[in-house]
């Protein structure tokens, strides 16, 4: 006897969720930049024009839509009165928190730093 229609195939094993993303350095800087610049109740422009950067510009790189060069992220950060450090800074605890909220302790390798290897 042949069946005439085929038997239902197995429901498949819900495949594995995807790894959360790690965050993208330019999407942090964004946030730390809007973050301070909304905290002392500016405007784009306002902090565009004293950082003499275009004001479609900052707001990409507030959004994390560009990647912002070193002299466009210092000149925005002094803007707002704060250092390049600073913002980085802000930026890389920021990164920190995100993922430690994702990775347990036990499950990262100690590894300590041995600076850079400068042997070629």
Sequence with gaps: MIPLRPAPARPAAPEPAPAPREPLWRDLVGEVLRRER??????????????RISLPYLSEVERGRKEASSEVLAAAAHALGLGLGDVLSLAQNELARRTAVRRSPAALPHRPY???????
């Design 38 to 51: 909304q905290a002392q109740q500016r405007t784009l422009k306002d902090v565009a024009d004293a950082a």
């Design 114 to 120: 041995r600076g850079l290897s400068l042997a070629a």
